[in-house]
């Protein structure tokens, strides 16, 4: 089955409201996570990543957040725009050249 | 974007052919990678190459085998397309982390 899984397949959010996308995984031997952005028609873009040493990143207006006792991973959006609308694909490294293992992602809609 | 390219953008084939997909990179990357990408499925990978004719199986690949002869290049063929096969397409490279995506191949046997 799916290690890495997102709990909700869509997420409405108010423009400008704060959007929280959730992920969880089961595999304590995965090291490295990776959140995607993907836009319809195109492929997974890089949005942020983080190691499993750290439990919290910060990039622009994204911050993702690990907590490794309960195996989740969540990504913030602050302020969110119409631009932020996409399925966004959490996705986990175990370390080699194995492949990432992606959720199958959250549909985030923005209400104006 | 990182310079991948994927060829074709699209393709309908009939069942029981031979298709073949490129993936072609600038990046000198190590890794390449062909995932495919279903409704209720998310991304699952397929097969994956570590290096020049290093290559090893993903998730789902029965029914494809793939080629890497130069560093540039990860080729997915599909010997003899069934319906189920029907998806689009998504090669990816990287390097030691993070893999960066090509637009994707839409793939229809009819």
């Known amino acids: 089955g799916e290690s890495v899984g997102l709990h909700l397949p869509t997420l409405s959010v108010q423009e400008g409201d704060n959007s929280i996308i959730n992920c969880a995984y089961s595999?304590?031997?995965?090291?490295?996570f990776i959140w995607y952005k993907q836009e319809s028609g195109k492929g997974p873009q890089f949005i942020i990543d983080?190691?499993?040493?750290?439990d919290k990143r910060q990039g622009q207006r994204v911050t993702v957040l690990l907590n490794k006792t309960v195996k989740h991973l969540s990504l913030q959006i602050a302020a969110t725009q119409p631009g932020d609308s996409a399925v966004y694909f959490c996705?986990?490294?175990?370390?080699?050249?194995?492949?990432?293992?992606f959720g199958k992602g959250t549909h985030l809609i923005i209400q104006p | 974007d990182a310079g991948i390219t994927q060829s074709p953008r699209h393709k309908v084939t009939e069942t029981g052919t031979p298709v073949t997909l490129r993936c072609h990179q600038t990046?000198?990357?190590?890794?390449m990678y062909w995932y495919r990408q279903d409704p209720g499925h998310g991304l699952r990978l397929i097969h994956y190459?570590?290096?020049?004719?290093?290559?090893d199986k993903g998730e789902v690949s029965d029914g494809y085998s793939v080629s890497r002869s130069k560093t540039e290049d990860f080729l997915l063929t599909l010997e003899s397309a069934t319906s189920s096969q029907t998806s689009v397409y998504f090669c990816?490279?990287?390097?030691?982390?993070?893999?960066?995506f090509g637009q994707g191949t839409r793939l229809t046997v009819v």
């Open positions: 990816a490279i990287s390097g030691d982390t993070e893999a960066f």
């Open positions: 595999n304590s031997a995965s090291d490295y």
């Open positions: 983080i190691r499993s040493n750290m």
């Open positions: 996705a986990e490294l175990r370390g080699g050249a194995d492949g990432l293992t």
């Open positions: 990046e000198n990357h190590r890794y």
């Open positions: 190459s570590y290096g020049v004719k290093d290559t």
